[in-house]
């Protein structure tokens, strides 16, 4: 290794850049591809990193981020994995990083884990808020980085909170947020921007109108799902209809798609939509962020309960299913035949969440008795890892036991009398491993509320 080093250092003293200074590497970084120009947003970062270097040396190689949040970690951007593979060569061909902005590179701790391989690589970070090359040794400067990195974290939590809160008020309003349409729906003229100075340039609202292609399909699976009918049946009716899926009716909208079949879960994102009740719906889907995809980068997703949805409370898209509908279909379960030739009743079909992950429970027929199962969002297309949690299953007539339990003594006068109760008084049976909880659905306003 030394000897790889020595020899990097002799090729350095032959380079011409050596004998006019350091030669630095720029770093650079823009959050998003297409709100951002990337030719503005480099030029100017590079300016102000040259004029800091100036004197000093040359930059001569570039690494530029585009699309890059900076609460990614380095190793998770794909210009700064380069850069932090090229730190590891003895011939990288330069002697420092320099960068325009704070910001631009680092969030939260960053630099603190960048530290370790820049002292075994011999490579500086130069820096306009240190005026120059940052001093690792010097306390007063990784004090000074600690500072930059919690008001870089700051910036970014004060933005999205900020964000948030107005995409909140919108959707309240009504307001169409962008995205894809869901399946059924297509974008149409909305009138003038809310935005004067949008307004004035010409740019124009948008909202979801029905398509005339798919509108129908979305009716009638509300309609067979109505009837009894189970996911997978609608998906396959569907299918031998030749009706387009998803991906098949916009493929230039669904470009990370690329089946051209109905699925069960397809099917069941489309009767899970709350949007086709004409109400503007946002926030149904929240972000992971401790939960990143090692291939985009991208943090996970996770659903929300419905306390935390955003809601309009008036129509402002027609409507292809009315809410009472839609609302009883949240409650229908397919109804299969038993080992016996009768029917399986789940009684508490809905309101059985997983105590671990927080899901929806599924209905699991087993050793002929109706159950209830949750295996954490992991099956045969996502197996689950080995330091995962292990599936969480219930039988109903010992769940029933804990309900009755709770409820005593004021005892229904039946089982389908405390079924209705649970669901007027919006009470979900929480499963742990070795308890159950009733629990009341938060008291936020929510979709099915007052409607």
């Known amino acids: 290794m030394h000897s790889r080093q020595r020899e990097g250092e002799r090729r350095r003293s032959q380079d011409p850049h050596v004998q006019l200074g350091l030669r630095f590497a720029f770093y650079g970084r823009m959050s998003t591809s297409e709100y951002q120009d990337r030719r503005s947003s480099s030029l100017w ?9 100036a004197g000093h040396g ?19 951007r794909p210009a700064a994995a380069r850069l932090l593979e ?17 910001e631009r590179a680092f969030c939260g701790r ?9 002292r075994a690589a011999g490579v500086q970070v130069w820096l306009p808020e240190v005026g120059g090359r940052v001093d690792l040794d010097d306390g007063e400067h990784r004090r000074l980085m600690a500072f930059l990195g919690a008001q870089s974290e700051r910036e970014v939590i004060r933005a999205r909170n900020r964000a948030l809160a107005a995409m909140k008020a919108q959707a309240e309003l009504g307001r169409y947020l962008g995205g894809r349409p869901p399946y059924g729906y297509m974008l ?18 948008r909202k979801l109108a029905p398509d005339p292609r798919t509108a129908g399909h979305v009716r009638w699976m509300f309609t067979r799902r109505l009837q009894g009918m189970s996911l997978a049946g609608i998906a396959r009716e569907l299918n031998d209809r030749g009706a387009p899926c998803p991906s098949a009716a916009d493929p230039e909208r669904n470009p990370h798609r690329h089946a051209d079949r109905w699925s069960v879960q397809s099917v069941r994102t489309i009767l899970e939509n709350p949007r086709y009740t004409g109400r503007q719906v946002w ?3 929240g972000t992971d962020r401790d939960d990143v995809n090692l291939r985009t980068g991208r943090p996970g997703q996770v659903p929300n309960l419905p306390g935390e949805w955003a809601v309009s409370p008036e129509v402002v898209h027609t409507p292809l299913v009315s809410m009472r509908d839609f609302v009883e279909v949240q409650r229908v379960r397919a109804r299969r035949p038993n080992d016996k030739g009768g029917r399986r009743e789940y009684l508490l079909a809905g309101l059985v969440v997983c105590g671990v992950c927080g899901r929806q429970m599924d ?14 969002g992991y099956g045969s297309a996502s197996p689950r890892p080995a330091d995962g949690p292990t599936p969480l299953y219930w039988r109903e007539d010992h769940l029933l036991g804990h309900i009755v ?27 742990g491993r070795n308890a159950v909880e009733l629990r009341r659905m938060p008291s936020e306003r929510t979709l099915f509320d007052a409607h």
């Not at 981020?65 to 998770?76: I, L, P, V």
């Not at 090229?86 to 704070?102: K, Q």
């Not at 960053?110 to 820049?118: G, I, N, S």
């Open 45 to 53: 970062q590079r300016e102000v990193s040259e004029r800091l270097v």
């Open 58 to 76: 040359t930059v001569v190689a570039e690494f530029f981020d585009e699309g890059a949040s900076r609460r990614r970690r380095w190793s998770n």
């Open 86 to 102: 090229a730190l590891a060569d003895p011939d990288r061909g330069f002697d420092a990083i320099v960068v325009g902005e704070y």
């Open 110 to 118: 960053q630099f603190d884990e960048l530290v370790p391989l820049l």
């Open 188 to 205: 149409v003229d909305g009138g003038p921007h809310p935005k004067r100075a949008d307004a004035r340039w010409g740019r124009r609202a």
């Open 283 to 285: 926030n149904r889907i």
């Open 363 to 376: 209905a699991h027929w087993v050793h002929g008795r109706p159950g209830y199962r949750c295996r954490h």
């Open 405 to 431: 339990g709770a409820a005593a003594p004021r005892q229904p006068e039946s089982t389908a009398a405390a079924m209705a109760e649970l669901h007027e008084q919006r009470i979900v049976v929480l499963c």
